[in-house]
């Protein structure tokens, strides 16, 4: 199996910005995620991008059997990045650092996720693994 873990704008930031996205960096966060797949047999590949377009490109050219998606920002507005979504065949989970739903009226709305599967928010960078746990569980 393997799993893209897909990260928009300003994810890049995360350990440098604000102290409700965590002081993980996101290279930390990758790394325990590449851990986690490693002892569980999976592919794993890390892609993030500040531009719109990049993102859609990469959704496009496939390639994976599982998707995680943090949009950032993005994950609010771009219906360029809910489209191209819509067109991935393999099992997608959106995911947000925080509780979007306790935070500002613009960010509890999230254009994406009605074309992922599922979505996790909240928990910091542990997001991650339980979409993780999620795309690898055994049926």
Partial sequence: MKVLVLNGVNIN?????????????????????????DERGVDIEFFQSNIEGEIVDRLQR??????????GAYSHYSYAISDALAY?????????????????????????????????????????LLALTYLTWKK
């Fill in 88 to 128: 991935v065949k393999a099992k997608k989970i959106e995911v947000h650092f925080t509780n979007v739903l306790a935070r500002e009226q613009f960010r509890q709305t999230s254009v994406t996720a009605k074309n992922c599967d599922g979505c996790i928010c909240g928990l910091g960078a542990d997001v991650y």
């Fill in 62 to 71: 496939g390639g994976f059997d599982g998707l995680i998606i943090n949009a």
């Fill in 13 to 37: 930031m995360t350990g440098m910005r604000e102290s409700i996205y965590g002081d993980e960096t996101l290279e930390e966060i990758n790394g325990r995620l590449r851990k986690f797949a």
